[in-house]
């Protein structure tokens, strides 16, 4: 120990180290007689502490530590209490530090509870602390006392109670009130708001050890008491509260055991605002006040909150109306609430009790301090405010629900005679409330969602919106210009701030962009200190979130209903249409009614419409009385159930009037008051049966009582009613007796003092938003009550409606859909916000942007714009997206350059960022975008002076290369971004002055062109030298915006979704054509753009780039066929440079993309009229296959159907350039073309028969037959099946189609024949390959096909060839087909040749009618009958004998087509028909079986009858016509109608008198019946031909069907021969036209001779098949038959002899004589065969013979050949029979 004095003084204790230096002060600074008593105390005291030492085990029992015993602790702080009392500021300033030091070290230790009695010297102690300050008034003593104030109440070891600390609150208070200077007062606050932080931190936590946070000076003085600044005054008192709260521990004594009793002071933090922590390190002996006082701390503090909300409304009174002390105090409590409820923890919210208090007492205080015009006051309400609505909102809904149009939209709303400061404060407060996303999500769930809640976000953005527009035109206001402008600017910004919220909480529900974590940001102070930037950077988050501690933790504590968005939208749907029904009601309550009942919002009852008329809020109370009294049944009705539903039990009269008046006010009309008041007396008495005698009473009084209460409330009426007047009035009503004196004198007392009336009477009309909500509220009176107070008045009077609306506050606590809390995580909530703010905000964005040229306001409007687009794309909401989209684009003014300024500019900037930002949301709306890039691109260039598009177009070279290279060249200039020729100095000279002023004149938004103005030479005359200065001014705006921000737009197309880049596309090119098809100025700034884009998105999944080529290729075709070339070349070649960087991937096997890709091709090819731009698609084509043959695979496809268009082209280069190519690709790169896809073989043989139809060049016709005969080789080689991609080249090339070596021998035709066995053997041998032979048959139909189709053609040498080749390869290639295969040949190729044969035959024919018989044969008909038929028929047997097979089945198509061949009129063709049915016969009739020999028959009957039936048609033509004849006999065939053409000639020959058209008709039928003949004659003649070759094969069957064939062919030429009408008119045209007869009788005689030989020849070598047949009998009636006819021709019958004797005959003329001479050989035949027959069967017949033979002897002849053979007949015949009889 050191012998100095101040190092012993106090003792070793550590008490002692802090009392002793104090005391002895005390003692120096003390007078000695006036404070002796000090002095003394104090040196006894420290004597005690001489004799002290810390003693550990009894710490805890006394108040100071260390300190053994009680009177040792009283002794030691009696004399701290004396010096405080002294009065004197010498002696209490080191006392005041003492208990300073006491406090902040921990060494008093102990419960302050000044209800304890004694009280504890302690407590005295803190009492004479807070007294001290009342008598001082001096700086130091002041400071000191807040000092040690707030070190007791910091003090974690001392625990002061409920009066202790509200006598510590009320001392701070005064010093605060009247405190020496500004600093002190400022420090007082300071001190109440750091007590009030740690008070309730405790009372969070329930402890004393809790951390708190350190109060910030400056933000105390936010709203008031910045005048008391005195220069460092607030640094001062920051660094006051610093050091006590951080009051570091001096170490005083070395003992071990102090540690773990004295706090453990962290060090200083670096700023006030950040938390101070500690803890207390507790031993093994807790303190017992710590573990008893778990409840007293939130009851003190329950109790600290309650007396401040008294104190915040204390009101002057009416003897002192400015009472400032007062109001600084209000003030100050109001601020001290603020602090509170921003630093309140979730017990604000999870505990009823303190729950309770914020509703009881804080609601109560906003309430009624929001009558006050103070506008600290005000903006102090709007804060605490905040804190209620961002902490709170969740537990105190229905509060809210009121407070806000109260405090926020009764402010916002006021547009005419606002207050700049509180309408700044609103502004402010929506500002810092809505930078919280999820308030204003949770406001318009469950407000604007709710039924009984007002539309608080649909207000408030109308409110902003309104502000933002500022005074309607017209309109009085006292704003001023400054004041107005700051309005909008700060209305806009919170619009802005809205929709940016939307889009945090969007982007944070659907993790959009960046890492989002579950709670929200609070490490948000630099956010809120950027919040006056107007831009936020693109690269940066699109929101911020609120300073406070956000309300998202009771979303977990609190029952909270999870909604989904479906219920939301119904309830929202609800409201909207219940408001509706509501507004509907007040105008016509009928239409209301039935409009409420019909949406189902009420029943269709009338206890349900009464419900509603009584319990609606909003509804006109002067229209429910009208309705109320209407005499209609259902209002009755509803009127009865009105009045029912009121309980008057127990009231009276009075008061029971006065309930049932409230709702409603009574019409005017007096006969529905008198039917309201009678059913009101009725339910009055009913309800109180003692009241009255009877129902009238009650009538009769109610109406007195209106009278009454009209009398003495309507200032009009000045001769009031008296008590005396009323009673009299009332005498004789209870069924003639007086009710009591005194209760109507009651009752009259009780009218004139308290008028009746409804609970908000309002004269204002319903119109309006604002007043029907606060009708909703049950407001409208309070507030013109609470507002109408200009001046700081107490309610007084007005209490009872503050307690009407604390009933409101518990009638909308006790409704379930009221009280219950919506909390929703779904963004589909999003889309009814929007719907009800992007209106406003649209309309406020775009007046704001199109008339400011503030640029914070400006820049606002387009923030507000990005985050619109934002929020609506996303959402999918297409309408609202492109509104805001399209308002944007229209605010850039690039339409009309010459008026754009800086805001415009910057409107192009957001255009950008939109499209970067929410490019994968945009759809259609990129079409507006786009737009306004072309439109900046062309400004650009004009900027530049760089030569328009146009001149590249119209300078265009002639020949096709020439333009490639020209687009080429264009393509990769635009693409460079600029030119690198032509430029001139931007603001010096303008290239394109025509287009300059077109620009400078401007254009509406919509017209797609600035050329599309610059119609005349004469609107070029408005522009004015000025408005080009100020164009080119203009420009220079525009190098803000390089072509680095342009072009990043195309180049981040990569990064659009699958969706996004399609709409993308779709847009670009819809731009793209409108810049081409300008017909002044056509522009490809789009084009070469969606060729950029085509290769950035190049490498996207097959799936998503076939959705963009599918837009692309209707893109090219569109553009293609453009009717200006030089577009057309451009883009044709655009679409090469495409293509050929397509090509660079390989395309797997089986895909169809690259055929998808050159598809634009094709259909340019086949529909462009340009010679051009055909030529260029082949180029293209051919360089695109020389360059990248390797890695073509679907794409020939495309290919070759370009070529076949080329082939049918019209222009001979066309068609020999594509023959060109076509050629290199069969001869070089055949195996490419099948290596992954073999169908693609179909397509070129497709494209070479059309090649063959070339008629510019036979060498390209044959050529390309001779391609199609290569194919076939390479088809029956395997080479589509077995293709080698790396040894097909060579083989093919090493290939000679002419001569190849087949693997299968073809077997002989007999073997062959025998039983198909080899086709059979074939088809096993090859049936593990049949699904591969299956495949390959299928590819030679296109090609047999296509040479099938060329034997048509007219030119004799491409017919030629390609039947020969046609029949080769069937030859050479057969014996690969299958069986099934043959068949689909025979039917698709094979017979149609000879279709085609008989089709031109048909039409040779009808020509020939049409040209009449002397016309001349067409020489090429000709040539097609006479040699393409011999060609084909040739081949055609050929084909059938060596492979009879496998075509044996087709033997009657084949003999029919052959037998067809008869029908020919050409010479040639029948010769040919029958030399083939001959051959045919010949070499395969040993193997045809009995049905096969009757189906070539059969054949041949068909043949001969199907021209049978076409001649009679003909004949009756003949009937028909007169050729000047006598009348003759009709035929005996019926007439026909069917009606024949007629064959016109001229003949210059004819007479005059005779009818050209008969003559010419009678030629053709003469022309037709002669070669009919010869057919007929020809069909016969080879039927006896195949019957005499091969008879011994026929069975009876086939012999039956060749009598079928001669009889039917002898019974039409003899019908034909008995038509005398027709032969005379045959015989007279032929004589006049000198043409000879139709052969008639030959005919006849030809068919009756060969059936005669037929029958004679059967009767004489087959007798059995005779028999079987009757040949007997058919002989004999032939032979008649020709006796017959001879006889008729001689005109000598057999018939009866005549009565009278004939006594001469005349001589035959000449004609029968020849005709005698014709038929006489016939006859010959006849008579010749009958004397040749059997004698027997001569003899059966002989009856009917008999006189027909003496007729032949009468008869006379022209021949001696007749005699002979009948004398002969007579002597050998018939001569024997009659010697024998």
Known sequence: MSSSGSQTLGGQSRCGWLLGPSLDKIIKNAAWRKHSHIVAACKSALDKLETLSDDDSSSSSTPLYGVSSDSDADSLILPLILAIDSSSSKVVEPALDCCYRLFSLGLIRCEIDPSQQPPSLIFRLVDSICKCSSGLGEEVVELALLKTLLSAVRSSTVFIRADCLNQIVKTCYNVYLGGVNGTNQICAKAVLAQMMVIVFARVEADSLLTSFKT???????????????????????????????????????NHDSAANLLPEMSEKPESSADYYEFELRRGDNKEDFGTSSYTKIRDDGVMVFKNLCKLSMKFSSQEQPDDHILLRGKMLSLELLKVIMENAGPIWRTNERFLNVIKQFLCLSLLKNSALSVMSIFQLLCSIFESLLSKYRSVLKSEIGIFFPMLVLRVLENVLQPSFIQKMTILSLLDKISQDSQIMIDIFVNYDCDVDSPNIFERTVNGLLKTALGPPPGSSTTLSPVHDLTFRVESVKCLVIIIKSMGVWMDQQLRIGGEIGVLRNNNNASDNNNNDSPLVDSSTSLGGDEVTLPDFDLHQEAAISEHSTATLEQRRAYKLELQKGISLFNRKPWKGIEFLISNKKIDVTPEAVALFLKNTSGLNETVIGDYLGEREDFALRVMHAYVDSFIFDGMDFGEAIRFFLRGFRLPGEAQKIDRIMEKFAERYCKCNPTSFSSADTAYVLAYSVIMLNTDAHNSMVKDKMSKTDFVRNNRGIDDGKDLAEDYLGALYDQIVKNEIKMKAETSVPQNKQTNSVNRLLGLDGILNLVWKQAEEK?????????????????EKSGKSGSCSYYDVADVAILRFMVEVCWGPMLAAFSVTLDQSDDKAATNHCLQGFRHAVHVTAVMGMQTQRDAFVTSVAKFTYLHCAADMKQKNVDAVKAIIAIAIEDGNYLQDAWEHILTCLSRFEHLQLLGEGAPSDASFFTSGSNTTSETTTTSEDKSSSLRSGGFTTNLKKKGTTLQNPHVVMAVVRGSSYDSTSFANNNNNATSAGLVTPDQINNFISNLNLLEQIGNFELNHIFAHSQRLDSEAIVAFVKALCKVSMSELQSPTDPRVFSLTKIVEVAHYNMNRIRLVWSRIWSVLSDFFVSVGLSENLSVAIFVMDSLRQLSMKFLEREELANYNFQNEFLRPFVIVMQKSNSVEIRELIVRCLSQMILSRVHNIKSGWKSVFMALTAAAADERKNVVLLAFETMEKIVREYFPYITETETLTFTDCVRCLITFTNSRFNSDVSLNAIAFLRFCAVKLSEGGLICCNKENVPAAAADDDHDHHDLSIIIPSVKEAAADGQTLLLLDNNNNNNKDENENASSYWIPLLSGLSLLTSDPRLAIRKSALEVLFNILKDHGHLFSRSFWITVIGTVIFPVFENVNNNNNNNNNDKKEKGAAATPNTSSSSWDSETCSVATRCLIDLYVNFFGVMRSHLGAVVSLVAGLLKNPAHGCATTGVSGLMRLVGDLGSLLTEDEWSCIFLSLKQTSASMISGLLKLIRIMDRIDIDMPNVAHSSFDDNDDDGDTFTTSNATIEDYYDDDNLQTAGYVVSRIKTHISTQLLIMQVTTDVYNMQQHLLKASSVKIVLEIFSQTVYHAHELSMEMGLHLKLQRACSILEISDPPVVHFENESYQNILNLLHHLLTSDPSMSEEMGIEAQLFTICKQVIQIYLNCSRLEHKKPPPVAVRWILPLNSAVKEELGARTSLL??????????????????????????????????????????????????????????
């Open 1724 to 1781: 010959v035949s006849a008579l010749r065969v009958l004397s040749e027959v059997d004698k027997g069967c001569f003899r059966r017949y002989l009856s009917t013979l008999f006189p027909l033979l003496v007729d032949l002897v009468r008869c006379e002849h022209s021949s001696r050949e007749v005699q002979p053979v009948l004398t002969n007949l007579f002597q050998t015949c018939i001569g024997p029979i009659i010697m024998e009889v």
């Open 215 to 253: 109060v910030s000076v400056t933000g105390l003085l936010e709203f008031n008491d910045r005048n008391l600044n005195e220069g460092s005054s607030i640094l001062f008192v920051q660094n006051l509260i610093n050091e006590v709260v951080f009051t570091n521990v001096v170490e005083v004594v």
């Open 794 to 810: 107490p309610l007084g009077a007005n209490g009872d409606l503050i307690r009407h609306i604390q009933d409101q506050f518990k």
